[in-house]
C-alpha cells in the first residue's frame, strides 16, 4: 500500500506497546515499517527493472530477519545513548514483517516465497489506497495530540495514546475480515453467472476505495472479458457491463506481439499482469510501425488506462522504442 499507511501502522505498533522495548522504538518502527520499500531505487535503472524488482526479494519472507537489522542500525547512528540490540531488532522486525503483509491485501500483491517461487499473491481486499484505512489510522496518530492540548488546558495529566493504537489495529485487523468476507460474497456473485452464454474461466473482484460493498467486477472468457460493477447492497445486474472482446491477431498483429513479448519490459510486465489486454493501433509514422499495447485490466480500461506497457514495432520486426507508464496519457 502507500507509504502514509505503512508508516502510520508503524506509529500505532509502536503506541500499542512496543515503545516499552527500547526508548527509540518509535523512530525504528516508522523506518521498518517502510523499509521494504527500499526496492523504489530500481526505478533508476528503468521501468523494466522496477516492475521486475518492485515487491521482489525485499518483500519476501525470507528478507524480514535480514531487512529489520538496518532500522536499528540507522537509529543507533544517530542515537544518543546505547540501547538492547536485542529489543530494538525485535520491534524492527514486527515493523518490517507488516509491510508485506498489508501489501498483500491489495491488488497488486506480493512475492512472499521468493526465491524459491515467484508467484504474485494478492487478497484483492483494499485499494492501493484505503481512506478508511487512512481516516482510522490518522485519528489514532493526531487524537492523542489533541487530547495533550485539552489535558494541559485543565491540568490533567495526558495520556499516552496506547488505546487509540490499539483500536486503529483492531479496527485495521477486523476491517480487512470484513473485506474479506464481502469479497467471497463478490466472487461468488460474478461466478454464478452466465455472460453472453458463456461460463466465466476466471473472475476477480477489485476493491472499491470508498465503499466495502462495492466492488469492480472482472470476468474472463476465452473470447472476451467482461466489465461490471458489483454492489452487494443491490440487485447484480450484468446489463450495465461491458465486454472487451480479445482481439484476433492477424500475421502482422502476431508478428509485433512477438517481437514486444521478447523485450525485458515487456517480459517484465506480463509476468506481473493477471489480466492482460492486447491492443493494436497504426503508428503515427511513414514506416507503417505498429504501436502495441498491453494493459493489466485490475487497473484500468481502455477509456481509463492504468498499468500499459507500448512498443512501436517496425514492419521489420524490430521494436523502435517501449515504455510503461502506471497512467498514461490519452493517445
Excluded: C
Amino acid at each position: 500500500m502507500d507509504p502514509l499507511t505503512h508508516t502510520l501502522t508503524g506509529l500505532a505498533l509502536s503506541r500499542a506497546g512496543f515503545n516499552r522495548l527500547s526508548p527509540y522504538a518509535t523512530p525504528i518502527l516508522l523506518l521498518a515499517a517502510n523499509a521494504p520499500d527500499i526496492d523504489v531505487v530500481s526505478y533508476l535503472a528503468g521501468p523494466a527493472s522496477y516492475l521486475h524488482l518492485h515487491r521482489n526479494l525485499t518483500h519476501a519472507l525470507i528478507a524480514i530477519p535480514l531487512l529489520a537489522l538496518l532500522p536499528a542500525l540507522v537509529v543507533r547512528l544517530f542515537a544518543r545513548k546505547p540501547f538492547s540490540w536485542r529489543w530494538a531488532y525485535l520491534a524492527s522486525f514486527a515493523g518490517v514483517a507488516t509491510h508485506p503483509l498489508i501489501d498483500w491485501l491489495n491488488a497488486y500483491g506480493v512475492r512472499w516465497f521468493l526465491p524459491f517461487s515467484g508467484e504474485w499473491l494478492h487478497a484483492d481486499l483494499t485499494s492501493l489506497v484505503d481512506m478508511w484505512v487512512w481516516v482510522v489510522l490518522l485519528l489514532a496518530a493526531f487524537a492523542p495530540l489533541l487530547a495533550r492540548l485539552v489535558s494541559s488546558e485543565i491540568g490533567a495529566r495526558p495520556g499516552s495514546g496506547r488505546g487509540w493504537a490499539i483500536f486503529a489495529l483492531s479496527f485495521f485487523a477486523l476491517y480487512g475480515g470484513l473485506r474479506s468476507l464481502s469479497h467471497q460474497r463478490a466472487l461468488a456473485v460474478l461466478d454464478s453467472r452466465m455472460y453472453e452464454g458463456v461460463a466465466p474461466q476466471r473472475v476477480a473482484a477489485l476493491p472499491d476505495p470508498f465503499n466495502p460493498f462495492r466492488w469492480r467486477g472482472l470476468v474472463a472468457t476465452e473470447s472476451f472479458y467482461f466489465l461490471i460493477p458489483v454492489n452487494l447492497l443491490g440487485e447484480f445486474d450484468s446489463s450495465g457491463g461491458q465486454i472487451l472482446y480479445k482481439p484476433q491477431l492477424g500475421p502482422e498483429q502476431a508478428a509485433a506481439a512477438a517481437a514486444a513479448g521478447r523485450t525485458k519490459l515487456f517480459q517484465a510486465f506480463l509476468a506481473f499482469s493477471q489480466y492482460p489486454y492486447w491492443r493494436f493501433t497504426p503508428a503515427d509514422s511513414s514506416e507503417q510501425a505498429l504501436r502495441v499495447e498491453v494493459m493489466d485490466l485490475r487497473f484500468g480500461s481502455p477509456a481509463q488506462p492504468r498499468f500499459v506497457a507500448h512498443a512501436l514495432v517496425l514492419p521489420d520486426g524490430r521494436v523502435e522504442q517501449s515504455g510503461f507508464a502506471f497512467q498514461p496519457e490519452q493517445q
